[in-house]
Structures are given as C-alpha cells and as structure tokens.
C-alpha cells in the first residue's frame, strides 16, 4: 500500500512560491503587527490622560467645602474643557496620521509586489520561449 501523503519536499524549489507568496505576506503582516501596536499604544496613552484628568476633576470636588470652592472648582472646569477638547483634537490628528502611514506603507508593499509578480512573469515566459525554440532546433 503506498502513502500518498509521503513525498519529498525537496523535489519542489520553493523559491519562488516564497519570493511571490510568502515575503509579501509576512511583510505586511509585520507592518500590521506595527500599525496595530502602535494604536493600541496611542489609545491606552489617551485612556490614561483622560482617566487622569477626570481622577484630578474627581479629586478637586471633593475637596469642595463651601460655595466658594465650588465657584471656584466650576471656572476650573472650562480650563479642564477645553485642555481636553485640545487633547481629543491631537489624538485624531496622531490616529489619522498613523492610518496614512499605514496606508501608504501597504500600497509599498502592494507596488513592490506586483513589480516583483511582473519580472516574475516575465523571466518564465522569456524561459519558456527559449525552451520552445530549443526544442524546434533540435527537430
């Protein structure tokens, strides 16, 4: 009885299966990891600058004892707006410019390649074109 599943790998080259598969996609699954972890970390540092604001704003109520303190904790509070609204607007601008880079990063690798699949292409067929003329020649 003969095991289909039992051949040898080394009959194949995978060179090119590798060079037109495989690098393309551990190169962008490598600048996804990146992208992602470069998010991530963003948002966590905006998280915990929020978090730490509303943590102050909690404490200052707090410390409120009369009706002047919370005049007082009140005129802070357009301070604590528009600080955050300044910080919310920063964090977009930092998002939207990790999501360009990403982008143009993934049209690189796209661009490179497509190149890289066309000189592929186009070695297989000059090889296959000198194969036909090779055997026509030995006729």
């Known amino acids: 009885m ?3 599943f039992a051949f040898d790998t080394k009959q194949f080259d995978t060179t090119q299966f590798e060079s037109m598969f495989f690098a393309p996609a ?55 707006a528009k600080s ?12 939207t410019a990790l999501q360009q880079e990403f982008a143009q990063e993934s049209q690189k690798l796209s661009e490179g390649s497509v190149k890289q699949a066309q000189e592929s292409a186009q070695k297989a067929t ?7 003329t090779a055997s026509k020649a030995a006729k």
């Open 2 to 4: 003969t095991n289909v």
């Open 126 to 132: 000059e090889t296959a074109s000198k194969a036909v």
């Open 26 to 80: 551990r190169a962008f699954a490598a600048l996804s990891v990146d992208f992602t972890e470069k998010m991530v970390n963003a948002q966590l540092d905006a998280t915990k600058a929020y978090a730490d604001t509303n943590m102050a704003q909690l404490r200052k109520l707090v410390e409120v004892k009369d009706a002047e303190g919370f005049k007082s904790f009140l005129e802070g509070q357009q301070q604590v």
């Open 84 to 95: 955050l609204t300044e910080r919310v607007q920063g964090d977009a601008e930092k998002m």
